[in-house]
């Protein structure tokens, strides 16, 4: 397993130089190269988390290490799914996630590796559908603040059709993270009081997980009600992205709680 995780690791940051440089210098086969490495990068990675799922009779998603690189992968393959869609002209998206995975991974890499059983109060039928909704919203949240990011450096350059592409997709990404963030919170709150005997205790988790909720709630309401477009709506899903990184690592850096396992 340590072979196949190494060599996705490695695969993530060649496939990153390759879009790279594919992009900056207009070369269509070099992008090519680093779309097809993308994809054994994925294809190592997906069999490692198979592996380690199946080593683990448990699904591979009880710790930091565990969820990292699980996040890791669904950016990837987000990516991929977005790269595939060629009439949305997204050949660029692989420069932007392939790096994106690379950092996860790389992440992932400085967490302890080792398979431990699950503790009690993750012993749950609540457990993949609560963590496996957290790494869908985290990903899609990430790939959204991406095409943020993507809106603003093209903001003067580039057709208005491109740029309201942009805006929806990064929209439509950002409606589904908020969603599979709400299943998150809601089948915490039930889980939590099978385990705890409460349904909200206001861990750093659950509070900087519903912090974030709600700033992804004020852009959907800007959206809908204020109407709010284009650049400010790029701005927003970069900067929100901050509160789903300090949720994933800050909290587990810097505080301690119920979650601190995770």
């Given at each position: 397993?340590?072979?196949?995780?190494?060599?996705?690791?490695?695969?993530?940051?060649?496939?990153?130089?390759?879009?790279?440089?594919?992009?900056?210098?207009?070369?269509?086969?070099?992008?090519?190269?680093?779309?097809?490495?993308?994809?054994?990068?994925?294809?190592?990675?997906?069999?490692?988390?198979?592996?380690?799922?199946?080593?683990?009779?448990?699904?591979?998603?009880?710790?930091?290490?565990?969820?990292?690189?699980?996040?890791?992968?669904?950016?990837?393959?987000?990516?991929?799914?977005?790269?595939?869609?060629?009439?949305?002209?997204?050949?660029?998206?692989?420069?932007?996630?392939?790096?994106?995975?690379?950092?996860?991974?790389?992440?992932?890499?400085?967490q302890p590796k080792e398979?431990?059983?699950?503790?009690?109060?993750?012993?749950?039928?609540?457990?993949?559908?609560?963590?496996?909704?957290?790494?869908?919203?985290?990903?899609?949240?990430?790939?959204?603040?991406?095409?943020?990011?993507?809106?603003?450096?093209?903001?003067?350059?580039?057709?208005?059709?491109?740029?309201?592409?942009?805006?929806?997709?990064?929209?439509?990404?950002?409606?589904?993270?908020?969603?599979?963030?709400?299943?998150?919170?809601?089948?915490?709150?039930?889980?939590?009081?099978?385990?705890?005997?409460?349904?909200?205790?206001?861990?750093?988790?659950?509070?900087?997980?519903l912090i974030t909720w709600?700033?992804?709630?004020?852009?959907?309401?800007?959206?809908?009600?204020?109407?709010?477009?284009?650049?400010?709506?790029?701005?927003?899903?970069?900067?929100?992205?901050?509160?789903?990184?300090?949720?994933?690592?800050?909290?587990?850096?810097?505080?301690?709680?119920?979650?601190?396992?995770?």
């Amino acid at each position: 397993m340590n072979v196949l995780f190494t060599a996705s690791l490695g695969f993530y940051f060649v496939a990153t130089l390759l879009c790279f440089a594919g992009a900056a210098f207009k070369k269509d086969g070099v992008k090519n190269t680093g779309r097809i490495v993308l994809i054994l990068a994925v294809a190592a990675h997906l069999i490692y988390i198979v592996w380690r799922g199946i080593t683990a009779r448990r699904l591979p998603l009880a710790n930091q290490f565990e969820f990292a690189t699980m996040f890791a992968l669904m950016v990837a393959i987000l990516g991929l799914v977005l790269d595939f869609r060629n009439k949305l002209h997204m050949d660029w998206i692989l420069t932007l996630c392939a790096p994106m995975a690379f950092l996860l991974q790389s992440y992932a890499a400085l967490q302890p590796k080792e398979i431990t059983e699950l503790m009690p109060a993750l012993k749950s039928a609540w457990f993949g559908l609560h963590i496996g909704s957290a790494a869908l919203s985290y990903s899609s949240f990430a790939v959204a603040a991406l095409l943020g990011l993507r809106y603003l450096l093209l903001e003067k350059k580039a057709e208005e059709k491109h740029l309201k592409q942009l805006d929806n997709l990064s929209y439509k990404l950002i409606c589904f993270g908020f969603l599979m963030l709400s299943i998150v919170i809601f089948s915490g709150c039930i889980w939590a009081e099978q385990a705890w005997s409460t349904f909200w205790s206001w861990d750093p988790k659950e509070t900087w997980a519903l912090i974030t909720w709600i700033v992804y709630a004020v852009y959907l309401h800007q959206r809908f009600r204020m109407k709010w477009r284009g650049k400010r709506m790029a701005w927003f899903a970069l900067l929100a992205f901050i509160f789903v990184m300090f949720t994933f690592v800050g909290v587990n850096t810097l505080m301690s709680g119920l979650h601190s396992y995770a």
